[in-house]
């Protein structure tokens, strides 16, 4: 399957000013673990807007196990997920449907 990228989603995640997981002022637009390899990234949909500090906690901190690091950094994508939606910075396109949204 082709790696999804998009400029307009990596721009809508870099407006997010503040840690999605903390609150500190500054972000990076980090894109998850699971899946890289040999020079790839993830797909762009698969990024948070965290602080540094959490990043590299994240990436590389010793405070946390592996499967925690991975939870908070699907926490931090999810939040970030949200956020940009209730800020409108990226809105599904036109004839895009949910089966649920009738629910």
């Known amino acids: 399957m082709k790696t999804y990228r998009s400029k307009k989603w ?18 990076q637009v980090a894109h998850m673990n699971e899946g ?30 592996r499967e925690e690091r991975r939870c908070l950094m699907n926490r931090a994508i999810v939040l970030t997920v949200i956020e940009v939606a209730r800020r409108g910075l990226v809105v599904p396109a036109a004839g895009w449907w949910c089966p649920h949204e009738n629910l």
């Open 36 to 65: 890289k390899g040999m020079g790839m990234k993830t797909d762009d949909c698969a990024t948070a807007a965290i602080c540094q500090e959490c990043h590299h906690e994240i990436d590389n901190g010793s405070h946390l196990s």
């Open 10 to 27: 990596l721009a809508a995640v870099g407006q997010i000013e503040q840690c999605v997981l903390c609150g500190r002022w500054g972000t």
